[in-house]
Every structure is written in structure tokens, then in C-alpha cells.
DNA sequence: GGGATTTGTGGGTGATTGTGGTTAATTATA
DNA sequence: TATAATTAACCACAATCACCCACAAATCCC
């Protein structure tokens, strides 16, 4: 599972470098096959290892196509599924299309998330992070169900 | 179950060691691996042994992506969630992104708490802890049901 | 109380990692 | 087919980190 958090650049080719503590896994878990498509909840992008993401799409091709957000999901994520791979320095290239969709400027983070990772702008992770502190910390909004009864 | 309260500098470097009293048990429960991220209720940082760490990261897994309070607990707990290591000297690094959280200056405080620790900025400690007393001193502020019939 | 040991703190150094750039290959376009 | 644009492979530098050693303060033990 991964998890953690980077800081990283991304040059003017578009190329981002994949924090070291992980490559070792994702060559053994797919040869360094892997594939970045856009997160269909937020403006982020998510790349999976080539296995995961082969999980994933069977569990897609599950989805009717009668539910609204199924589908939506469904297109987004396929549609802009993009193979690739690490190069020398253990980098990959993001395409334009979904470096706009995340609206990734020259820093970006990257969040381990289980069985992927998440790709933000950084300034649109900050923001987004400190609006979620403050409404926890607020302590008057009302916390999901799911949340009431987390201990951690 | 740890417990229990010290006071220990943050070196110029960022590095925090953990007090020898409690090293032998981190070792033996998850070979000095552990787990340290924000605790996004209050500036400060929780440390996990990685065991434990576990424990919540599968809670954690159990949260739909389609409900945005869940999605986003998991995002920022997993996200800077950071594996590390008791040094030689049996002090840990805590990444900038994580100092900056909690607010750490030279001087930070470790307390047990159960499964975990946690890290706190020694000023920022001192004065929620007597702010905490007045409050309570106070006698006047309303304690939830649960804590009415608490007996310590 | 005094010596020995453990513990916390600080710093130096070499290896690793992230970043930027250059050049060669491949693909697309005119 | 030639040219432009894009992508891949390669190299080099700079910042960071892990590892090591050294010292001082606290603690333990006789």
C-alpha cells in the first residue's frame, strides 16, 4: 500500500519525477508499467501500477451504464488512461491534456493512496488542505456518519 | 499502551528522538518501523508504530470515495502519512511539510497516547494545556453526555 | 559521592535523489 | 519526402538524506 506525501517539480517537458522510496515497488509490481488517468472526483490525477489499474477497469466495466455518475466515472477514467512508463531517472511524462485537467503548474504533489497515488497542483493541494483543517477543526460541522465512529 | 510525557529538541536538521524508555517496544512490535502523520484535529503530529498504523489504514480503506468527507480523511491522513525509521541514535526526521503543520519550533513534546504518540510544538503544548485548565476551572462550559458521566 | 553507562544533541561526510538541460530518435505534419 | 514537433535516452549538477562519530548531560550503580 502506498502512502505518503512529495513535493516535486514538473519541468518544462511536463516530466515528473516518481520519489525514489517507490520505484523499486512499481518495478517489481508491473515492471514500471503504469498508467495516469484523471480523477474523476476532484481535479487530480491518479496512476496506478499496470496490475492495479487492470483491477480497476474490470471493476468499471462492472458499472451500468444506466447510472448517471457510473458511466461518467466510467468514460473519464478509461477515456484518459494513459500507459507509461519510467524513464532513467525514474520519471514519467504527463500529457497536456491531463496536466490541464489537474491544473498542474511547476510544483506538484503527489500522495501515496493505497493502490495509487494522487497528482495535485501544489497551490490547489494547499488550499484544498487547509479549507479541510479548518472545517474539522471547526468542530461544528457535521461530521458523515462513517466519520463519527472513526477512532484513530 | 504508551504513555506518558517528554520534552525533546528538534535539531537543526529536523530530527527528534524518540525517548530510550520506549524504543525497546517500537522495535519489538514493528521492528523500529513507524508511521507519522498530522493529526488534523489539532497542529500537531501523531506517530504511529507501523502495526498500528495498519489498523487505521485499513479503517481508513472502508471509506467510500463518492462521499467527500470520507475521501477527503483519507487523502490527507494516508497522504502525509510518512514511513520512518529510528535512526542509529533512535530519533526519527520529520519532513518540513509535517514541522510546518504542527508548528514545531527547537523545542517539541512527545506525549503517550495509547496506540500512538503525540508531537507537539513545546509553546503551543504549554499554552492549550493552560488554557485547557482555565476552561475547565471555569466550570461553566457545557461537557457533552459522555464525558458527564465519566469517572477518572 | 564518584565513576560508569546511558541518553539526548550536534555536526560532518559520502551516497542518493531530484532537477535541468542536451542530444538522438520517433512521430506527426505539410 | 522534407520539416517540424514531440518523445525518449543520456548526462551533469546541486540539494538532501542516511550514516557515522563525538560530546555533554543525565542517570544509574556501587
Same mark, same amino acid.
Given at each position: 500500500m502506498f502512502r505518503g506525501f512529495s513535493i516535486l517539480s514538473v519541468d518544462s517537458k511536463g516530466r515528473l519525477a516518481v520519489p525514489s522510496r517507490y520505484r523499486q515497488r !512499481?518495478?517489481? %509490481? #508491473? =515492471?514500471?508499467? *503504469?498508467?495516469l488517468t484523471?480523477?474523476?472526483?476532484?481535479?487530480?490525477?491518479? !496512476?496506478?501500477? %499496470? #496490475? =492495479?489499474?487492470? *483491477?480497476?477497469?474490470?471493476?468499471?466495466?462492472g458499472l451500468s451504464d444506466f447510472d448517471k455518475q457510473g458511466r461518467r466515472a466510467k468514460q473519464m477514467m478509461r477515456g484518459y488512461a494513459t500507459d507509461c512508463q519510467l524513464d532513467g531517472q525514474?520519471?514519467?511524462?504527463?500529457?497536456?491534456?491531463?496536466?490541464?485537467?489537474?491544473?498542474?503548474?511547476?510544483?506538484?504533489?503527489?500522495?501515496?493512496?493505497?493502490?495509487?497515488?494522487?497528482?495535485?497542483?501544489?497551490?490547489?493541494?494547499?488550499?484544498l488542505r487547509d479549507e479541510w483543517l479548518y472545517e474539522v477543526g471547526k468542530d461544528s460541522g457535521e461530521p458523515s456518519d462513517a466519520l463519527k465512529s472513526l477512532s484513530l
Amino acid at each position: 500500500m502506498f502512502r505518503g506525501f512529495s513535493i516535486l517539480s514538473v519541468d518544462s517537458k511536463g516530466r515528473l519525477a516518481v520519489p525514489s522510496r517507490y520505484r523499486q515497488r !512499481l518495478i517489481s %509490481l #508491473s =515492471e514500471g508499467n *503504469l498508467v495516469l488517468t484523471l480523477n474523476p472526483l476532484d481535479r487530480s490525477l491518479w !496512476l496506478y501500477p %499496470l #496490475s =492495479e489499474w487492470e *483491477l480497476i477497469e474490470s471493476k468499471l466495466a462492472g458499472l451500468s451504464d444506466f447510472d448517471k455518475q457510473g458511466r461518467r466515472a466510467k468514460q473519464m477514467m478509461r477515456g484518459y488512461a494513459t500507459d507509461c512508463q519510467l524513464d532513467g531517472q525514474g520519471r514519467i511524462l504527463i500529457p497536456q491534456e491531463l496536466r490541464a485537467h489537474a491544473g498542474l503548474g511547476r510544483q506538484a504533489v503527489i500522495l501515496g493512496q493505497g493502490n495509487k497515488f494522487e497528482i495535485w497542483d501544489e497551490q490547489a493541494w494547499s488550499k484544498l488542505r487547509d479549507e479541510w483543517l479548518y472545517e474539522v477543526g471547526k468542530d461544528s460541522g457535521e461530521p458523515s456518519d462513517a466519520l463519527k465512529s472513526l477512532s484513530l
